[in-house]
């Protein structure tokens, strides 16, 4: 299993590829305190478990997942999440519009703008509405370095989420990235995406018009 590590001043950030549908799983672990955050649980606990093993290499403290969080409801997100909650004891945090449809009690209900406190560094929760309603972005701020954004389905390198084909669902969804992530962030910011390799704002900031122009 190929691990994506970003070591950072304060935190470590583990990635890995889950499921034939290439899912990107996220974990965050604070350097001074342990304190973890993992980001979609979509498949493969085994996988995700191993992850979370190796990640006792990034702390001088004893790893501690404080949070699952879900990025969106789509169910190849949280396939493994049931499991994960059963194993770990963690609790879960997903954005309101979404967390009926996940397949375990949400704990934290997520909105526009809430920050998520954790031993040793914060992530703040951007609302994107388009791909699914309740869809949360999660951003890091590298106190060193550029911000890091988990984009979940809302954006990807060369475009935003799948809308189904919907001009309403569509423009909402770009019209929120825009604003909230383009407008609210510099270029060398990286975006983390659910799905496939990373990319930063500066590289697709270029083709906002394009993807308007386009409808998709």
């Keep these: 299993m190929d691990t994506l ?7 470590t950030i583990r990635s890995i590829s889950v499921s034939e549908m290439d899912n990107n799983v996220y974990l965050l672990t604070a350097k001074a305190s342990g304190a ?3 980001i979609d649980a979509a498949d493969d606990l ?3 478990q191993a992850m ?10 004893e790893p501690k ?23 770990t004891g963690a609790r879960t945090a997903a954005g309101t519009d979404d967390a009926e449809a996940l397949p375990v009690k949400v704990d934290v209900l997520l909105g526009h703008g809430d920050a998520g406190n954790f031993d040793g560094f914060d992530v703040t929760s951007v609302h994107l509405r388009g791909h699914t309603p309740g869809s949360i972005a999660f951003v890091y701020q590298d106190p060193d ?10 954006l990807f390198p060369g475009g935003v989420g799948n809308t189904q084909n919907d001009p309403a669902r569509f423009t909402s969804l770009l019209d929120d990235v825009t604003a909230r992530l383009f407008e609210a962030y510099p270029d060398d910011s990286v975006v983390h995406p659910g799905h496939g390799s990373p990319t930063t704002l500066g590289a697709e ?8 122009a386009r409808g998709w």
């Design 52 to 61: 979370l093993a190796d990640s006792a290499a990034d702390t001088a403290a």
């Design 205 to 212: 900031r270029p083709h906002l018009g394009e993807w308007r």
């Design 145 to 154: 370095g550029p911000a890091h954004i988990f984009s979940g389905d809302s």
């Design 46 to 48: 085994p996988a995700i």
């Design 36 to 38: 973890q955050l993992l």
């Design 5 to 11: 590590i970003h070591d950072l001043r304060d935190i």
């Design 65 to 87: 997942l404080a949070l699952i969080a879900t990025t969106h409801q789509h169910w190849d997100h949280v396939r493994a999440l049931p499991a994960l909650v059963e194993a």
